[in-house]
């Protein structure tokens, strides 16, 4: 690997994958006049519509990713599905952040539970499954209900069955374990609050941590996220902190968002890490002073971070695809707009899918109801719903 180095405006940034969250990432980057090149299969995607050049090839081809990593100065990835080996092909050639060290843990379930239990990071009980056997031994240790969960490959909820009565057990291992998919089965959290935390952190260990986010998921995804969560200062300190000493223990350089549940005692348990900008930090565009995005840029460029404040109470509504199937391809965004405060985010995806992440809208204002209302309401114009609906 390459000496790490500042970079200066005008450097280049290598981004693998080419979603919203690297589209978001290379308009940061040209606000501060760095330079992106993005590595996506996908010749219109949202990422390479905004960047200044994009290599059109697989982001699994280790040829595609040494490509990428000749013609840029350092390297990140913007989802963590990405093939870990053609990550590690470009940190030959240029510095690539997270280390590919942190993917490979962030990748796979079981190794990520197992770091943080390690780092002594409180996390649900857990156990390995690799046979239906193992499956009933973890039963009477966890109890019912359990979530069995594929160790890779699963997101917004894919890749895991709640399992409530041991006579489910075979079932939920039949249609999770089949292809030898490797397994963890987790004690089920009666979680009052999902939160996050998302932590910056430089190649010289410095931190800086975004106010906690309350997100509410529907369907398995991300549905708002509200800022601050509505938990006690104290419950929240703890998160961030968590958030930090995770960074840290796993010596990320760059972005961990961690997603975090609080049970009715107020007991934080970590969930998922996910080693690169996220959903649930897309208030930060609009309520922070520096934004996710921003934050990574500086640290990919070993600049400095500061800890980012909050402006005011900030809320983030998602955009899925059924808002343009529901209206025909034409949400009224002019109605939208009418609304006071609202920041409207669009990605730039040609096609919309039901569940598919197409743009969110931000909310600045006085009070968390008032910046709830007018998210809400502001979808709901461009769905043409009634609130109540
Ligand atoms: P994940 O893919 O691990 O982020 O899980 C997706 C969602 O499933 C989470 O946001 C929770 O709502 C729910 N979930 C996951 N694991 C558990 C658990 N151990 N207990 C309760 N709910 C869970």
Redesign the pocket.
């Known amino acids: 690997m390459q000496k790490e180095s500042l970079l200066d405006p005008g450097s280049t940034i290598g981004i693998i994958g080419g979603g919203q969250l690297g589209r978001m990432l290379a308009i940061a980057a040209r606000q501060m006049d760095y330079k992106t090149i993005v590595l996506d299969p996908d010749a219109g995607c949202p990422a390479g519509q905004v960047a200044d050049g994009q290599i059109v090839d697989d982001y699994a081809s280790r040829g595609a990713a040494r490509d990428l990593a000749r013609v840029v100065d350092v390297v990140t990835y913007e989802f963590e599905n990405v093939d870990a080996d053609s990550v590690s092909a470009a940190a030959e050639l240029k510095p690539v952040h997270p280390s590919t060290t942190v993917l490979r843990t962030a990748q796979h379930r079981l190794h990520e539970k197992n770091a943080l239990l390690k780092a002594g990071i409180p996390v649900?009980p857990f156990r390995p499954v690799e046979s239906h056997e193992d499956l009933r031994d973890a039963a009477s240790d966890l109890g019912y209900p359990m979530?069995l969960?594929t160790s890779t490959m699963?997101?917004?909820?894919k890749g895991?069955i709640i399992i409530t009565r041991a006579e489910d057990t075979e079932n939920a291992y039949e249609l999770l374990g089949h292809n030898n998919a490797e397994l963890i089965v987790?004690?089920?959290?009666p979680?009052t609050m999902?939160i996050s935390a998302i932590c910056a952190r430089t190649a010289a260990g410095e931190t800086a941590t975004f106010p906690v986010s309350e997100n509410i998921?529907r369907n398995?995804i991300l549905d708002t996220s509200i800022v601050p969560a509505r938990i006690p200062d104290d419950i929240a300190d703890s998160a961030r902190q968590l958030a930090a000493d995770i960074a840290g223990h796993l010596n990320v350089v760059g972005l961990i968002a961690v997603?975090m549940?609080v049970t009715k005692e107020n007991e934080i348990l970590v969930?998922?890490l996910a080693p690169r900008p996220h959903n649930s930090g897309h208030y930060t565009m609009d309520g922070c002073d520096t934004s996710q995005f921003e934050q990574l840029v500086r640290v990919l460029a070993g600049m400095p971070i500061t800890e980012p404040r909050l402006h005011a109470p900030t809320v983030m509504v998602n955009l899925l695809g059924e808002v343009w199937e529901d209206t025909g391809g034409y949400p009224d965004w002019a109605r939208a707009l009418e609304m006071p405060g609202v920041s409207l985010h669009l990605y730039g995806k040609a096609e919309p899918r039901t569940g598919r992440k197409m743009g969110h809208i931000n909310v600045v204002a006085d009070t968390i109801e008032d910046a709830l209302y007018i998210a809400t309401e502001a979808r709901n114009r461009a769905w043409r719903r009634s609130p109540d609906l």
């Open positions: 649900a979530v969960k699963g997101y917004d909820g895991q987790e004690q089920f959290v979680f999902e998921h398995h997603e549940f969930n998922e």
